[in-house]
């Protein structure tokens, strides 16, 4: 959560060439953690949730699944 929020702050405060100028790049993230006995695919479809919970928030922001 901290190299992501990490990522995230760096991605909004660059200036990136290829965009027009005022434009500005403002990730979304979401995150899980592998539970015991949990497969792949339940990992990542937590992690999709917290991706949607991320943009319903207000974007921009890093939000872990539960």
Not at 8 to 32: N, Y
Not at 43 to 57: E, P, V
Request: a positive charge.
């Amino acid at each position: 959560a901290i190299l992501a929020e990490r990522v995230r702050s760096h991605c909004e405060a660059t200036r990136h060439a290829c965009l027009p100028e005022g434009w500005s790049v403002t990730p979304s993230v979401g995150l899980s953690q592998f539970r015991p006995g949990e497969d792949a695919e339940a990992a990542i479809r937590r992690a999709d949730a917290a991706l949607y919970a991320a943009k319903q928030g207000g974007r921009n922001r890093v939000e872990i699944s539960p």
